[in-house]
C-alpha cells in the first residue's frame, strides 16, 4: 500500500528554495515568485524540513534486535537506504501539507535563508533526500549593506566586533550555500541586480520550472519589503577603518563585489 499525505499538483519532492544570507533581498524574491499564479511561496519556517526528518528517522530507522541482530553491515546498509527511499516522499508530503501550501498550484517553494551560519547549519545532503529534483536559488548582497542591515533591523549597534561577526557569517554562508552549485538545478543572482533588472534575473528560473515571467511578478517591485532604517553616516565612518579579511575580499570579489 502506498502512503501519502498529499493530493496536490505540485511535486513536494521539487521545491524552489531561496538560499543564502537573511537580509539580502530574499523576502522581494520571495514575493516575485509568490505573485505568480503557478507558484505558492512559503517564508521561513526555521529550518522545519531537516527537523522533521531527524524525528521521524530517529524514530523509524531500522532496529537490530532479535533475530536481526546478527545482519552484516550489509544487509545494514540495505536496510536503511530501503528504509530513506520510502521515508523521503512521505516526509516531503508532510511538509506540504503542514506548510499550507496551496494544492491548485502547479509549484512551490519557500526560504531557508541563514544555513551555514555560525547559529544554524544542517547538512545539504537532508535536503537532497527530501528534495532530489529542487531548484536552488542562491541569493547574495554586499556584504557592508549585509551587515549594516542586520545591525539596523535587529536594533544592534554596528561596531568593530559586531562588523566582524557578520561578515564572517556572510563569508561562512556564501561559501556554504555554494555547495549546491554541482546540483542540476542552481541559480546564483544578487540582491542589486534583482532590484536593477528583476526579469533578467527570475525570467530563467521560471523556464527552469515551465513557466513564463509575467506582469504579476513586477508587483513586489513597486513596494518597500521589511527594509530596515539605517544610518549610512555612522557606517560609512566605522567602514573607513575596518580592516577586511583577506577570505572576505575574495569571497566578495567572486560576485563582483567591491570593499
Known amino acids: 500500500m502506498k502512503l501519502t499525505a498529499w493530493n496536490g499538483r505540485c511535486d513536494p519532492q521539487a521545491p524552489l528554495l ?22 505558492c511561496f512559503d517564508d521561513e ?33 540495505q536496510a536503511e537506504a530501503a528504509a530513506r527511499r520510502r521515508l523521503a516522499p512521505i516526509v516531503a508530503q508532510a511538509l506540504v501539507s503542514i506548510l499550507g501550501i496551496d494544492p491548485e498550484r502547479t509549484h512551490w517553494g519557500y526560504k531557508e535563508v541563514w544555513n551555514g551560519s ?23 548582497r554586499h556584504p557592508l549593506d549585509f551587515a549594516g542591515s542586520c545591525a539596523a533591523w535587529n536594533g544592534d549597534q554596528l561596531t568593530d566586533s559586531y562588523l566582524e561577526a557578520r561578515l564572517a557569517d556572510w563569508s561562512a554562508m556564501v561559501e556554504f550555500s555554494r555547495l549546491r552549485n554541482s546540483r542540476e538545478r542552481f541559480y546564483e543572482i544578487r540582491y542589486e541586480d534583482l532590484v536593477a533588472r528583476p526579469r533578467s534575473c527570475v525570467e530563467p528560473i521560471l523556464a527552469e520550472l515551465g513557466l513564463a515571467w509575467l506582469e504579476a511578478c513586477e ?25 577586511r579579511s583577506k577570505l572576505l575580499a575574495q569571497t566578495a570579489a567572486s560576485l563582483g563585489y567591491e570593499l
Not at 544570507?21 to 499564479?37: K, T
Open 45 to 77: 519556517n526555521d529550518f522545519l524540513a531537516p527537523k522533521l526528518w531527524r524525528v521521524v528517522w530517529e524514530h523509524r530507522r531500522p532496529r537490530w534486535i532479535g533475530a536481526n541482530a546478527d545482519d552484516g553491515p550489509d544487509d545494514r546498509g
Open 118 to 140: 555560525a547559529t544554524h547549519r544542517y547538512g545539504w545532503d537532508v535536503y537532497d533526500l527530501l528534495f532530489p529534483r529542487a531548484t536552488w536559488v542562491h541569493l547574495t
Open 219 to 243: 508587483i513586489p517591485l513597486q513596494r518597500p519589503i521589511m527594509a530596515s532604517q539605517r544610518e549610512h553616516t555612522k557606517e560609512q565612518a566605522l567602514l573607513k577603518r575596518f580592516r
Open 18 to 39: 531561496v538560499i543564502g544570507a537573511g537580509r539580502s533581498g530574499s523576502s522581494l524574491l520571495a514575493r516575485i515568485f509568490g505573485a505568480h499564479p503557478d507558484i
